[in-house]
């Protein structure tokens, strides 16, 4: 395995975060498309969908074919919701990352680097809904190099931070489908504290939760 640095972003890492981050939440849209699949309100829509124009045409094919237009038409909806968060994203605090988390106060950038190369990276600031923790954000490694131990020291290099500034805890979301990501930080020591329905309807529709997770900090010597 070759050696890898954790190091602070620079700017020459702009591009590559970018990349990162769009490969990454891209590959939540199969995931997510199952997720919508397996809600009872969208089975119900294709089961009626299938039945009424069996009844009424009598034929297998139109409602075969129906149904695969639905489904596609999800797919393509889903897809288009992660390119619109993906491009609010990269226009907010991944479109200014020095302002946003290194010239502010209690905020960090994180990358891991691998021959030369961004493959992984992890964010922080002040927690929104609490100020008195420090929320992670923006974790991500390529997928070539998952399995590495990289998310973890991502994670203690965030924890590190925290504690070195005082926090007592470190908070962060993620969503329903991102179920290796729960596991990573699960592992690590974070606790679920809530799950809460995004307030877009169409996230009401699909059930789509986003789960919230908190580390709490022990001071050095405890």
């Known amino acids: 395995m070759a050696e890898v640095q954790f ?3 620079e700017d020459d890492d702009d591009e590559e975060v970018k990349d990162l981050f769009t490969l990454g939440m891209s590959e939540h849209v199969p995931p997510s498309c199952l997720h919508v699949l397996k809600q009872p309100p969208t089975q119900m829509l294709l089961v009626c969908v299938f039945c009424a124009l069996m009844a009424s045409s009598k034929s297998l094919l139109l409602p075969i074919l129906a149904v695969t237009l639905l489904l596609a038409a999800g797919r393509q909806g889903i897809s288009y919701m992660f390119t619109k968060y993906i491009q609010v994203s990269l226009h907010k605090d991944l479109g200014h990352i020095r302002q946003t988390y290194l ?11 691998s ?7 992890v964010a922080c600031l002040p927690a929104e809904s609490n100020e008195a923790c420090l929320e992670l954000k923006r ?17 203690r290099t ?30 690590v020591g974070y606790k679920k504290i809530r799950e809460f329905v995004v307030p877009e309807l169409t996230a009401k529709i699909t059930n789509f939760t986003l789960l919230e997770y908190r580390l709490d900090l022990q001071k050095p010597g405890n």
């Open 139 to 155: 974790m991500s490694v390529k997928h070539s190099h998952r399995g590495q131990g990289i998310a973890k020291a991502l994670c």
């Open 115 to 121: 021959q030369g190369r961004v493959v992984g990276m």
């Open 158 to 187: 965030v924890e590190d931070f925290a504690r070195e500034q005082g926090f007592p805890a470190v908070v962060l979301y993620t969503s329903v489908v991102q179920t290796d990501a729960q596991k990573l930080y699960e592992h």
């Open 7 to 9: 190091r602070r972003y």
């Open 103 to 113: 010239e502010q106060p209690n905020s960090c950038f994180w990358v891991a680097e």
